[in-house]
Structures are given as structure tokens and as C-alpha cells.
């Protein structure tokens, strides 16, 4: 994992206490993995390891599309398409999320 980024499922496990239920197959390779993880004491139990590798692959696309977004805002400022920010835009822009927040409309990431 890049340092500095990291997920924190613990607030939308808590808003989302129901969990659903899930069978995979896998090979006997990867079933001795995966009991030797939960074996070294790292894991609580398989379910716990399953979770790990989903945030973990969440984190990875997330940072997939931000380095996607990235890329493209440097090639708008590589053909100038960029329009420089003024004293205060920032602020303002905060603001107008804040208040969209506030109303439900903001964007989630």
C-alpha cells in the first residue's frame, strides 16, 4: 500500500452492520494460503483475510482513478486548458461543497 493512503471501512461497517454471505471455490493452493494466514495469528479468520483483500483492491482502484484523473489533468495543462485559480477560489470552492454536503448533494468518492 502507498504510504499515506489508506481506506477506513470501520465507519461505513458501522452505518452497515449486516453482512452478507458469500461461498467461493478455490484451489487447494490458495484454501492452504489462506489457512496459513488466519494460522499465524495476523487474521481473526478467513472472513476477516477475504475483507482485507477487498479493501485492498478498493484502495488500488481508487488510486487507479485518481492517477487516471492525474494524467489527464496534466495533459489539459500541457495543451493550456488550465485555468489558473485566483486568490479565494479554493475557499469558495469548499464552501459550495460544504453547503452541498450539508443538503445531501455531495459527491461521494
Given at each position: 500500500m502507498a504510504e499515506g493512503f489508506s481506506v477506513d471501512?470501520?465507519?461505513?461497517?458501522?452505518?452497515?452492520?449486516?453482512?452478507?454471505?458469500?461461498?467461493?471455490?478455490?484451489?487447494?493452493?490458495?484454501?492452504?494460503?489462506?489457512?496459513?494466514?488466519?494460522?499465524?495469528?495476523?487474521?481473526?479468520?478467513?472472513?476477516?483475510?477475504?475483507q482485507m483483500l477487498i479493501a485492498e483492491a478498493v484502495r488500488n482502484q481508487w488510486r487507479e482513478e485518481a492517477d487516471q484523473k492525474l494524467r489527464e489533468a496534466l495533459a489539459e495543462h500541457e495543451r493550456g486548458e488550465c485555468v489558473p485559480l485566483q486568490k479565494g477560489d479554493c475557499e469558495k470552492m469548499v464552501g459550495e461543497y460544504l453547503k452541498r454536503k450539508a443538503n445531501g448533494q455531495a459527491k461521494k468518492p
Open positions: 471501512f470501520s465507519a461505513f461497517l458501522a452505518d452497515n452492520p449486516i453482512m452478507a454471505t458469500i461461498t467461493i471455490d478455490l484451489p487447494d493452493v490458495m484454501k492452504e494460503f489462506l489457512d496459513r494466514q488466519v494460522h499465524s495469528g495476523r487474521f481473526k479468520d478467513s472472513s476477516t483475510f477475504v
